[in-house]
């Protein structure tokens, strides 16, 4: 899956539109809405391993550079 991201797979921001949090405190929230500093505490305790890891990892990016429009853009054409 790291040779998914580094090749740059839009299925990942296409499942960042609908995929929700499976457990913790935000249990049920679109990726995609999940609080900058939570998705900090991840980056700082590690993110978790496989396909949820990935796409906690690809937001924190996307948030980090100011990207979220390429989502809205995203979830508009869909």
Not at 32 to 46: C, D, H, I, N, S
Request: glycine share 8%.
């Amino acid at each position: 899956m790291a040779e998914e991201l580094q090749a740059g797979n839009p299925d990942l921001l296409k499942e960042l539109i609908h995929y929700t949090m499976p457990f913790g405190k935000h249990k049920g929230c679109l990726i995609r809405t999940l609080p900058m500093a939570y998705l900090e505490w991840f980056v700082q305790k590690g993110m978790p391993a496989g396909k949820l890891g990935m796409l906690l990892q690809t937001m924190y990016e996307i948030k980090l550079n100011g990207l979220e429009h390429l989502l809205d853009r995203l979830q508009k054409s869909r």
